[in-house]
């Protein structure tokens, strides 16, 4: 029986049951396990907050409201499992199902947001560009980057250059 079977089993048979004070072995339990599982059910609000007696047995003061909600709707405890986790050599998780979004550990990984591509999309650009300093236009944009104040102000005023219409576009994505 895992953890989450024998907490379901505890709340079921200790709220039920005519006797105020319980042991672990009325359930086959260690105390240390026991008690743990009896601490994490008061934690989740579905029993009073009870005390423990001389002897390791718990004193069973009753159920709360989420807890008889708790019976009522038969539920079970039940930790959601993600759906999917992508790893890729970057050491970048894309987390999806009920748990969106990215999570990102090391260093210089990359993370493929909306704006990371319309970005590598527009230094790309400028790169094909005639542009006599692209390569200036490249390391300025990359060390204002992170900085969104700043990053807006630079690209704006590419716009006031005269940049081709393909680099115009790109930069409008990503005001």
């Known amino acids: 029986m895992n953890s989450d079977d024998k907490y379901n089993m505890l709340v079921n048979e200790i709220s039920s049951s005519k006797n105020s004070n319980i042991t672990p072995k009325d359930f086959g339990l260690e105390f ?14 579905l029993f009073e907050k009870g005390f423990w007696v001389l002897g390791g047995s718990y004193a069973f003061i009753g159920l709360t409201f989420k807890g008889r909600s708790f019976l009522e709707n038969s539920d079970k405890k039940q930790y959601h499992k993600i759906e999917k986790t992508e790893v890729n050599y970057n050491n970048s998780i894309n987390v999806s199902g009920n748990n969106n979004g990215n ?10 947001s909306e704006f990371n591509k319309n970005f590598n999309a527009l230094l790309d650009e400028i790169n094909k560009s005639d542009l006599e300093n692209k390569s200036l236009i490249i390391e300025e944009l990359n060390a204002c980057k992170d900085n969104p104040k700043t990053f807006k102000s630079y690209i704006t005023s590419l716009l006031g250059v005269g940049v081709e219409a393909s680099i115009s576009t790109l930069i409008g994505n990503l005001l």
Request: glycine residues 8%; without cysteine; charged residues 25%.
């Open 32 to 45: 240390q396990e026991f008690k743990a599982i009896i601490d994490e059910i008061e934690y989740d609000g």
């Open 103 to 112: 999570i990102i550990s090391g260093n210089n990984n990359t993370i493929h």
